[in-house]
């Protein structure tokens, strides 16, 4: 199996601050997922990078994990959540994992 993370910053990309509370985001990403009907978890990270202009960054970052979605339904994930957190880019990343599920009467 297959486990895709998208990070979106929460910065906007021309202020380069937050523009609204952490709770908003995070009910547009729940959105985002179920209108693609995609199972999905999500984590909130703090994370820093630097952009090409050599200016350093902070911001929180929400972090979504897919495990084995198409890759066309992630790009277009992705792209979305650039257009609705107002994103120059979001950052994706594969892993191969293994993964199972363990239910109650086992």
């Not at 985001?25 to 703090?46: D, E, G, M, W």
């Not at 994992?97 to 239910?103: G, L, T």
């Amino acid at each position: 199996m297959t486990e895709t993370k998208i990070y979106v910053g929460l910065n906007d990309s021309e202020t380069l601050r937050q523009e609204f509370d952490t709770a908003k985001y995070v009910s547009i990403l729940k959105n985002v997922c179920k209108s693609y009907r995609i199972p999905f978890s999500f984590s909130l990270a703090q994370g820093g990078y630097l952009h090409e202009d050599g200016r350093y960054t902070e911001e929180q970052t929400l972090v979504i994990s897919l495990i084995d979605a198409e890759k066309s339904v992630i790009n277009e994930i992705a792209k979305d959540l650039c257009v609705f957190f107002r994103q120059e880019s979001v950052l994706i990343t594969e892993e191969r994992v293994r993964a199972y599920f363990v239910d109650r009467s086992q």
